[in-house]
């Protein structure tokens, strides 16, 4: 299986570079009804794909590229579900659909498309 996820240009950082090779499946923009005061109301969209051995990296490189605030990203590779802040990495082997009762605020119908308010943290006996 190879990782699949959706980040928003908007959230990464001036300057800043993903170096993971990624396959591009949609390029779309947005407007969003209720983003935070500081993102803006237009959002650029980037499903991928990517090699599930490059996952990782992929987490780190995310993690440093993000602006700092609400915006994170998630992907999920094979049964692995990385959620990314800035500069920190939360992994959780819970299926994709879980995390969504985790983060306050959430959209179920496209998780990757909406801004956290607080931290996410594993699901006990989620699998």
């Known amino acids: 299986m ?8 908007e959230s990464l950082e001036l300057g800043r570079d993903i170096t993971v090779a990624l396959t591009i499946r949609r390029l779309c923009r947005i407007a969003v009804a209720a983003a935070a005061e500081e993102q803006p109301p237009h959002w650029t969209l980037i499903d991928f794909t990517c090699a599930d051995e490059d996952a990782d990296a992929l987490a780190a490189q995310v993690a440093e590229a993000l602006m700092p605030g609400r915006w994170y990203a998630d992907f999920g590779a094979s049964e692995m579900k990385y959620v ?8 959780s082997s819970v299926r994709v ?5 985790a983060l306050p605020g959430a959209s179920r119908d496209r998780l990757p498309c909406v801004s956290a308010t607080g931290p996410v943290r594993r699901i006990p006996g989620h699998r």
Do not use: H, K, P
Request: no cysteine; charged share 20%.
């Open 2 to 9: 190879s990782v699949t996820g959706t980040l928003i240009a």
């Open 84 to 91: 990314v802040f800035a500069e920190s990495t939360d992994r």
């Open 97 to 101: 659909g879980r995390v969504s009762t």
